[in-house]
């Protein structure tokens, strides 16, 4: 996992934008030249699978790691980040999942339940919600990892929101992130090959 922390900022571009669009890619081409449209419901939760895993692995290594570099003086909740990212995760796979039923069924004529609709209008605010944490807590660790010291959300509010847009943010934060990480990476491989030798 200690590798999205090295990978270069078009690197990680190409990994959480390029894949996820090639595949979306592929699937369309699948439909279209089957010349039916439901297929796309059957291949909606294999594509939001690999985006969710490849976008949650790149935040997952970013807390756990910048948290283990943190001073001394700053107090994160690790746990508490890890059980709110894991939310929206069982959240997507089980919303993608459930969507390609439904779908799948009103394609065959039968319609949605609308009391499905009532559960999920709350978990997907509170899963909104855990991703804003989430955001929050890796904005607010790398920059106090940076500084060395406790922050305000003044400070890092500039983090906060390129993470959030991760499409631009990425090549902004990820050579901070290279920079924090090359070393000490490039040191621990260093240490295995030595042990081993």
Known sequence: ????????????????????FIFQFIIMSSVISSNDPTKIFYYFPIMMVLFVGLFFGWFYTLGTNLYKKLPQTATMNLTRFKIFLFIP??????????????????????????SVFVLIVPLHLFSMFCMFYCLYFIAKTLKTVELQKPVKFSDFAGEFFLIWYFPIGIWIIQ?????????SINNSDDKVIDDNI
Request: a positive charge; zero cysteines; aromatic letters at 10%.
């Open 1 to 20: 996992m200690t590798k999205f922390l090295i990978l270069k900022h078009w690197q990680l571009f190409g990994l959480l934008i390029g894949i996820p």
């Open 89 to 114: 995760i069982a959240y997507i796979i089980i919303i993608s999942i459930g969507m390609a039923g439904m779908f799948s069924n009103t394609s065959s004529g039968a319609l949605p339940n609308p």
């Open 175 to 183: 050579p901070r992130i290279n920079k924090l990480f090359d070393h």
